[in-house]
């Protein structure tokens, strides 16, 4: 099956405590972008990818880091956890091109106590 | 950077009925496409329909259609014979011709009344 895969699902953790959300996708995807989903504010782009690689910041970068080591795979890696980063955070991956929507992963609700 | 823009948090519709989700948009490029996205209690995020700029042909897909006014930056989603299975949050979104980037709208919550 067609899909992306992220974990955990759940996540809590402490402040300053280093964490990495996994991705991974096996549609041979050129695209993989981070998202990260609060209330009123929407989906904002963390970081995103278009190949092995490539990386750029998004709209909300600050305190994440990423790699694309390999085409499939594209952790989200959070060095020094805060609260502020309390959020549903979303994974998703696409061809290239504009006409192809994102494909998501099922989302990893991190709190950040 | 683009954005977009849903001035509805919350709808509701009773069920059966047809309700309409607006979205605008601001963009300088002439060639991009739009999105509307459904993300249901179980968070999914789910793609319901899309619309490419240069269509004037307005996209349908059974009970979910657009109605796309370039000149106006407009893209709202009509969800017709609504049914308890649509309620969930909408978000529109904007894919420009870089490709990479998507944005997105706030998302409008709709409920379903039986």
């Known amino acids: 099956e067609a899909q992306v895969t992220q974990n955990p699902r759940y996540l809590i953790t402490v402040t300053g405590k280093k964490l990495t959300v996994t991705c991974s996708q096996n549609m041979n995807h050129e695209y993989m972008s981070w998202y990260r989903q609060d209330p009123g504010l929407g989906l904002r782009q963390i970081y995103y990818?278009?190949?092995?690689?490539?990386?750029d910041k998004g709209d909300v970068p600050e305190g994440y880091k990423v790699s694309r080591k390999e085409k499939r795979n594209f952790p989200l890696i959070l060095e020094s956890p805060s609260p502020n980063q309390t959020s549903l955070y979303f994974c998703?991956?696409?061809?290239?091109?504009?006409?192809?929507?994102?494909?998501f992963g099922s989302g990893t609700r991190l709190t950040v106590v | 950077a683009q954005t977009v823009t849903q001035s509805q948090p919350e709808m509701s519709v009773q069920e059966a009925e047809t309700v309409t989700l607006s979205c605008t948009y601001d963009?300088?490029?002439?060639?991009?496409?739009l999105f509307w996205y459904k993300q249901p209690p179980s968070r999914q995020m789910i793609l319901v329909i899309r619309q490419e700029a240069y269509k004037q042909q307005n996209a349908t897909e059974n009970r979910f259609s657009v109605n796309f006014q370039k000149a106006a930056k407009s893209f709202s989603l009509k969800i017709s014979d609504s049914q308890l299975g649509d309620a969930a949050m909408y978000f529109c979104a904007y894919r420009g011709n870089t490709g990479n980037q998507f944005y997105f709208g706030t998302g409008t919550s709709l409920t379903v009344i039986p």
């Open positions: 990818s278009m190949n092995v690689e490539v990386t």
């Open positions: 998703a991956s696409s061809m290239a091109g504009q006409y192809y929507g994102y494909t």
């Open positions: 963009t300088s490029e002439s060639d991009y496409y």
